[in-house]
């Protein structure tokens, strides 16, 4: 294997763009000017009228039909994306691996609502 084909593999190519992405994100944040925070930045804003700080909670249970949904969105892409490889050994374990996760964590969001 040469070395132009292993730096052209997606994981090796994911990972240097993620480095590079990071160096680029630390030297903005360090030449970029500082902001001030005052009090009047973080209060609301309404049309220009002054609101006092209201509290309201957030309902989760919208959030896990939402990572529920997510999760059997993900499995549905990898079963179509796996449809065209050979059901070989290093495929299949990952494959099972990942339905196992699925499981996992779908019993978890469950048994969280009951």
Do not use: H, W
Not at 18 to 37: C, E, N, V
Request: positive net charge; glycine residues 6%; proline residues 5%.
């Amino acid at each position: 294997m040469s070395s132009t084909s292993v730096l052209s593999t997606p994981v090796i190519v994911f990972g240097i763009a993620l480095i590079a992405s990071s160096i680029i994100y630390r030297i903005g944040d360090r030449i970029a000017p500082k902001s001030q925070g005052t009090k009047e930045k973080y209060e609301p804003y309404a049309c220009g009228q002054e609101l006092p700080a209201e509290k309201f909670s957030v309902l989760i249970g919208l959030f896990n039909y939402a990572t529920v949904f997510m999760v059997v969105d993900v499995v549905a892409f990898v079963l179509i994306l796996s449809m065209g490889f050979p059901f070989v050994r290093p495929i299949r374990e990952i494959f099972l691996l990942y339905c196992a996760i699925l499981f996992a964590s779908l019993s978890i969001l469950l048994r969280r609502r009951e």
